[in-house]
């Protein structure tokens, strides 16, 4: 696809609002490579500090493994820091981020305001299916179904030949909790949305193909 000319200003600041498991990183890559912008994913973000070890990451990989959230003012002077590096000055997809109302107003306090808000909307049970089955590259984070798109080798990233694996949070017990989490917690960034007439509801089920057409004409592209 071709880089796309952005919004008003050059900029285009999107967030993707979802469950986990509703494809919001799979359209953010997708959107990357269309717009150019980078796709900010906070549990990217805090995998990555796990890895590394640092305090931040151990103390994240601690909520992260029980399926809860790390606190607010973690994750928002993570981001703050992160939207603050030049690669964001023209935009940026943010994947996981906003998750509490808390967490966006401290964004709507940047002073950078957002141009859209999809909410990708699947089904629970298809969820639970999704993310069960889901591996995910240890190296370059690409992700894999073991019935719906696995890897050609076995337990092995088609992109790049690193090994795959289950992620601790997504197996069964810990996914059931994240969903929880996402409805008492997240679930009222739709209504917040709403209200400040940003957000688009889009139908997260079929081929990503199909949703990143969605995606595309919510977006009006
Ligand atoms: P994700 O990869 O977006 O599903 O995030 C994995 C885990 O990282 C979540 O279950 C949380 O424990 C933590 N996390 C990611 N983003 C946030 C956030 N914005 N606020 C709090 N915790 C987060």
């Known amino acids: 696809m071709d880089t796309e000319t952005h919004q008003s200003g050059g900029t285009l600041r999107l967030v ?5 498991g509703s494809g919001k990183g799979t359209q953010a890559k997708l959107l990357v490579d269309r717009f150019k912008i980078p796709q900010v994913s906070t549990g990217d973000m805090l995998r990555a500090a796990a890895r590394a070890g640092t305090a931040l990451g151990q103390e994240a990989k601690r909520s992260m493994d029980r399926g809860v959230l790390v606190p607010d003012a973690t994750i928002v002077g993570l981001v703050r820091e992160r939207l603050g590096e030049p690669d964001c000055s023209c935009g940026y997809i ?11 107003e401290a964004l709507e306090k940047l002073g950078t305001p957002l141009d859209h808000v999809l909410s990708l909307e699947v089904p629970e049970d298809e969820l639970v ?10 190296s370059c984070g690409a992700m894999y179904h073991v019935q719906f798109s696995p890897s050609r080798g076995d337990a092995v990233c088609d992109a790049c030949g690193a090994p795959t694996y289950q992620r601790d949070d997504d197996r069964e017990e810990t996914v059931r909790r994240r969903l929880q989490v996402y409805t008492t917690e997240t679930e009222p960034l739709v209504s917040f949305y709403q209200e400040r007439g940003l957000l688009r509801r889009v139908p997260g089920t079929g081929t990503v193909a ?5 995606v595309a004409r919510a977006l009006g592209v």
Do not use: K, M, S
């Open 16 to 20: 993707l609002l979802g469950p986990p």
């Open 210 to 214: 199909e949703i990143a057409q969605r």
């Open 94 to 104: 943010l994947d996981g981020f906003p998750r509490t109302v808390a967490q966006a």
């Open 129 to 138: 299916v999704r993310l069960a089955g889901r591996r995910t590259c240890r």
